[in-house]
């Protein structure tokens, strides 16, 4: 039985923060030949043991040579990158032959949902971007997790709600829907864990995995359990705190008004709202025994741990939307 592993990986993005938890994870192996897409006048610190190459986007040629010989490519695309790149990326990676893409479609199961999704414009979206990465050559092979929890609860109100700094916090209806999240490192053990299976010709394999979601998750919490592990974290208690509560039907049409209005925030309070809906069935998709922890051999994490290094990213002042309306 063969035991050929994928060796040569390509990402883009690994200077982020997900990126670089994929570069982190799959240098640690020791098994992977690791090396990072970056745009021509980055200067950015890549990942310790990630080789780099400086590459145009605007130029075809230059991202098929970055490509060439590499057998796997992961896409981590920032919300500032330009509406076609990603497709140009995956046509580029195909005419290098690309064997497995995985898309820049991190978050909720797209395709595991017998129903369609809240959000029908984000569903399409990344739809349209694991069809993408199927461009006649490469596979895609994609990695639902949920929404990250550490950005998603150290950026704002309008993503999970909280203000950790102001110590304010607007529950969605009663706070109490929970849903399936995931922490930057476990996304990077999954991908490690996933890559170091054979390729081919054994169960599991990567090629099992080809034109199919691999979902995986960290924690399964409501907006309460978040609260609940702050005060932990912080030695407070609900008095020490501002708690309001929200309709989340009205969190989502307030959210298209201001989008409406050029607000880019109002797009995560449409996109959040609609997971934290009732009927969403798919938001808590770890509940429905699709995730693929257990076979990627993942281990149980510490909500208090991430939420600890969440409030060490607050108070360091990390806001990836600083520049942004």
Same mark, same amino acid.
């Given at each position: 039985?063969?035991?050929?592993?994928?060796?040569?990986?390509?990402?883009?993005?690994?200077?982020?923060?997900?990126?670089?938890?994929?570069?982190?994870?799959?240098?640690?192996?020791?098994?992977?030949?690791?090396?990072?897409?970056?745009?021509?006048?980055?200067?950015?610190?890549?990942?310790?043991? #990630?080789?780099?190459?400086?590459?145009?986007?605007?130029?075809?040629?230059?991202?098929?040579?970055?490509?060439?010989?590499?057998?796997?490519?992961?896409?981590?695309?920032?919300?500032?990158?330009?509406?076609?790149?990603?497709?140009?990326?995956?046509?580029?990676?195909?005419?290098?032959?690309?064997?497995?893409?995985?898309?820049?479609?991190?978050?909720y199961?797209a395709?595991?949902?017998?129903?369609?999704?809240?959000?029908?414009?984000?569903?399409k979206?990344?739809?349209?971007?694991?069809?993408?990465a199927?461009?006649?050559?490469?596979?895609?092979?994609?990695?639902?997790?949920?929404?990250?929890?550490?950005?998603?609860?150290?950026?704002?109100?309008q993503?999970?709600?909280?203000?950790?700094?102001?110590?304010?916090?607007?529950?969605?209806?009663?706070?109490?829907?929970?849903?399936?999240?995931?922490?930057?490192d476990?996304?990077?053990?999954?991908?490690?864990?996933?890559?170091?299976?054979?390729?081919?010709?054994?169960?599991?394999?990567?090629?099992?995995?080809?034109?199919?979601?691999?979902?995986?998750?960290?924690?399964?919490?409501s907006?309460?359990?978040?609260?609940?592990?702050?005060?932990?974290?912080?030695?407070?208690?609900?008095?020490?705190?501002e708690?309001?509560?929200?309709? #989340?039907?009205?969190?989502?049409?307030?959210?298209?008004e201001?989008?409406?209005?050029?607000?880019?925030?109002?797009?995560?309070?449409?996109?959040?709202?609609?997971?934290?809906?009732?009927?969403?069935?798919?938001?808590?998709?770890?509940?429905?025994?699709?995730?693929m922890?257990?076979?990627?051999?993942?281990?149980?994490?510490?909500?208090?741990?991430?939420?600890?290094?969440?409030?060490?990213?607050?108070?360091?002042?990390?806001?990836?939307?600083?520049?942004?309306?």
């Open positions: 039985m063969s035991t050929k592993i994928v060796e040569r990986i390509a990402i883009i993005g690994a200077t982020g923060r997900i990126g670089g938890a994929f570069a982190k994870a799959l240098v640690g192996t020791g098994r992977h030949t690791v090396t990072a897409l970056t745009r021509q006048e980055s200067n950015a610190k890549l990942p310790d043991g #990630v080789q780099g190459i400086r590459v145009n986007y605007d130029d075809e040629a230059s991202i098929i040579d970055a490509l060439r010989d590499q057998e796997f490519l992961v896409i981590t695309l920032g919300v500032r990158a330009p509406a076609d790149l990603h497709k140009r990326i995956t046509i580029a990676a195909g005419k290098a032959g690309i064997r497995y893409i995985m898309p820049n479609a991190y978050g199961p395709v595991l949902s017998n129903e369609p999704q809240i959000d029908d414009a984000y569903t979206a990344v739809l349209e971007r694991i069809q993408d199927q461009n006649g050559t490469s596979s895609s092979i994609t990695l639902p997790c949920g929404f990250w929890y550490e950005w998603s609860l150290a950026t704002g109100e993503w999970f709600g909280f203000t950790i700094k102001e110590r304010k916090v607007t529950f969605f209806d009663d706070g109490q829907r929970v849903i399936t999240v995931s922490t930057w476990q996304c990077g053990r999954a991908l490690a864990a996933l890559l170091s299976l054979p390729e081919a010709r054994a169960s599991p394999s990567v090629s099992e995995f080809a034109n199919r979601e691999v979902p995986v998750f960290s924690f399964q919490v907006q309460r359990d978040m609260l609940d592990s702050l005060h932990r974290v912080l030695g407070t208690t609900d008095s020490d705190w708690i309001k509560f929200e309709p #989340v039907e009205k969190r989502i049409q307030d959210g298209q201001e989008l409406s209005r050029g607000t880019f925030t109002g797009f995560a309070k449409m996109l959040y709202g609609g997971v934290f809906l009732a009927r969403n069935t798919t938001s808590n998709f770890a509940s429905t025994g699709q995730a922890n257990q076979v990627l051999g993942l281990p149980e994490e510490d909500l208090d741990e991430a939420t600890r290094r969440t409030v060490a990213m607050v108070e360091e002042g990390w806001n990836p939307f600083a520049n942004m309306n």
